[in-house]
């Protein structure tokens, strides 16, 4: 069986530094793609990056960077320059080939502080 | 923005009742996907479908049932609600490709008294 785990449930970072959110996964697949989404109060469940199990370089997206270790089955989010919309919550999640199905971790809370 | 729209947004009921979730896409995608998000346990999987009249559950589908007869609509039934299944529930879809994210709706509070 799939999951995903995220060890932190809540974290908080000043405005502008950088901060760090784990995630590690346990799947048999060979082919599958990592997900990080944000939530913010708003509800709305936002993609922020994908990784694919195949590709060892890290993927990047603005501020937005991931610490992809294959071997310790481990996909950290980096949020660079945090800024006061970066409050939310971060979820985790891994699609695997074969079923479609896409699996959540319980999700991290961030708090940005002025 | 992906063209996904739940129904109702917000809904209050009483236990014992059937409700009806709805949710209905304009992206002709293959995949949709039924979610409730409850504090502590993230994003667990009711029901997903695959195609028309294609479904299967997932990992929380005691006591819900789903419907797809077109592939942009996927109904999802509370036969008798509970309390525990006060929740918000998020209906997504995805297109073909493992590299597809899934794209979200806006979600639906449901209280059951």
């Known amino acids: 069986a799939q999951t995903v785990t995220q060890s932190q449930p809540e974290m908080s970072v000043q405005e502008a530094e950088t901060v760090t959110l784990s995630c590690t996964y346990d799947?048999?697949?060979?082919?599958?793609?990592l997900f990080w989404y944000k939530q913010p109060p708003s509800r709305q469940m936002i993609l922020v990056i994908r990784?694919?199990?195949?590709?060892?370089q890290n993927a990047t997206e603005n501020r937005f960077s991931v610490n992809f270790q294959k071997a310790a089955k481990s996909f950290s989010l980096k949020i660079s320059d945090s800024q006061l919309g970066d409050a939310a919550m971060y979820f985790c999640?891994?699609?695997?080939?074969?079923?479609?199905?896409?699996?959540f971790g319980t999700g991290t809370r961030l708090k940005v502080l002025a | 923005d992906a063209g996904i729209t739940q129904s109702p947004r917000h809904k209050v009921t009483e236990t014992g009742t059937p409700v009806t979730l709805r949710c209905h896409q304009t992206?002709?995608?293959?995949?949709m996907y039924w979610y409730r998000q409850d504090p502590g346990h993230g994003l667990r999987l009711i029901h997903y479908?695959?195609?028309?009249?294609?479904?299967d559950k997932g990992e929380v589908s005691d006591g819900y049932s789903v419907s797809r007869s077109k592939t942009e609509d996927f109904l999802l039934t509370l036969e008798s609600a509970t309390s525990s299944q006060t929740s918000v529930y998020f209906c997504?879809?995805?297109?073909?490709?493992?590299?597809?994210?899934?794209?979200f709706g806006d979600g639906t509070r449901l209280s059951i008294l």
């Open positions: 479908s695959y195609g028309v009249k294609d479904t």
């Open positions: 992206e002709n995608h293959r995949y």
């Open positions: 799947t048999s697949e060979s082919d599958y793609y």
């Open positions: 990784q694919e199990a195949y590709k060892q």
């Open positions: 997504a879809i995805s297109g073909d490709g493992l590299n597809q994210p899934q794209h």
């Open positions: 999640a891994c699609s695997t080939s074969g079923t479609y199905k896409y699996i």
